[in-house]
């Protein structure tokens, strides 16, 4: 297994599992001399998975406590609209072959305008974010045993709505689904890039289940006192809460470096075209000492996360696949069923970004 690797504008191209033998093989397409990767349909699924789930898991309890049971409605409309956001991205890489990752597609839209700021959102996510299918398994089981097996029941009293919390759930809600900017390298690196819309199909509904599954797992133990992440309610003497702690705690280390890779490159790329290895260094040690002041100026993991999906994640899998679609494929200039329904998700996501960007900051601010 090798990890992703990225091009020049520092965007990863190859995903984290590859062919056959854990090698590369290239295909050359006549047409438009890009290059195609060999990897099978079962395993673009598990690297989709991979690059959906994430530690946006730990907080969807607390989301519906803040929402309500109403609020789950938003989060599976949101799960559908970022679906959907994701096949709009396999239909701009469909119409121009020469499309490798997702800044091409900024720039294929909008010129060097468009790729720069598609660049700068998804890197500062990915500075933001790591990821781990195995990690969210492992944590929706040991919370699930720590209810039925040592004795914490579901006992938690919710309520059914709480419009006050809104922005703060369904921002949490969209962190969760900010995996889009991987999407265009687990394309071109398919073998059978026609069945790349059924691998965003299987990966949205594991995600999704696994998702919805934690959310009413810790609501329903914990209630209205649920924390911001659900391994804080966990009683710490038991095996299950350990092993939740544990991966809580492994996982963002065993990912860092691999999500830090495209920023590192993008960074050494802006500043000099041949980096020497003492930039490299000091570029490398910014960055960890810049995350380590985030992490310690910023300690509210929920209010965190929500500024992050309500600015960052819907900007690069809601508005930016919908704007970008749009542009390229010149359907805005048809009216039609397809256009309204767009310029809807690019309306609500707007809505989305500028209140739950509000109210994020806003208890930020409040907590310091």
Not at 91 to 106: P, T, V
Not at 259 to 286: C, D, F, K, Q, Y
Request: proline content about 3%; charged content about 10%.
């Amino acid at each position: 297994m090798k990890a992703g690797v990225e091009d020049g504008n520092g965007d990863i191209v190859v995903p984290l599992l590859i062919g056959n033998g854990d090698e590369i093989i290239d295909h050359k397409d006549n047409d438009h001399g890009f290059v195609s990767g060999s990897t099978s349909f079962f395993k673009t699924c598990f690297n989709s998975v991979n690059a959906l789930s994430g530690v946006g898991i730990l907080s969807l309890p607390h989301a519906v406590s803040s929402g309500g049971w109403l609020s789950l409605i938003f989060f599976f409309l949101i799960a559908a609209s970022t679906y959907y956001t994701a096949l709009l991205i396999q239909r701009c890489l469909d119409m121009d072959k020469n499309i490798r990752s997702y800044s091409d597609i900024g720039g294929r839209a909008f010129g060097s305008k468009g790729r720069a700021i598609i660049s700068i959102a998804t890197n500062i996510e990915l500075y933001l974010v790591a990821t781990g299918v195995m990690a969210s398994f492992v944590l929706i089981g040991s919370v699930l045993w720590a209810a039925v097996f040592d004795g914490i029941g579901f006992h938690g009293k919710g309520t059914f709505v709480n419009l006050k919390g809104f922005p703060i759930a369904v921002s949490l809600y969209a962190f969760c689904y900010c995996a889009h900017p991987v999407f265009p390298a687990l394309y071109n690196s398919m073998k059978d890039q026609k069945k790349f819309s059924k691998v965003m199909l299987v990966c949205f509904l594991v995600t999704t289940t696994s998702y919805a599954s934690m959310a009413v797992l810790g609501y329903l133990m914990f209630g209205s006192k649920v924390e911001s992440q659900v391994t804080l309610n966990l009683p710490t003497s038991k095996t299950s809460s350990k092993v939740a702690i544990y991966t809580t705690l492994v996982n963002p280390f065993a990912k860092y470096a691999l999500m830090l890779r495209p920023v590192i490159s993008a960074l050494e790329n802006h500043l000099t075209s041949s980096p020497s290895r003492g930039l490299s260094v000091l570029i490398r040690t910014g960055l960890v000492l810049s995350t380590i002041m985030v992490a310690v100026a910023i300690p509210f993991f929920g209010y965190l996360m929500s500024l992050v999906g309500a600015f960052l994640s819907v900007t690069a899998s809601i508005i930016l696949p919908c704007v970008c679609f749009l542009k390229i494929s010149g359907i805005y200039r048809r009216f039609g069923f397809e256009m309204v329904l767009i310029w809807v998700i690019v309306l609500v996501g707007g809505v989305i970004l500028v209140v739950g960007t509000y109210t994020a900051l806003e208890e930020i601010i409040d907590h310091l």
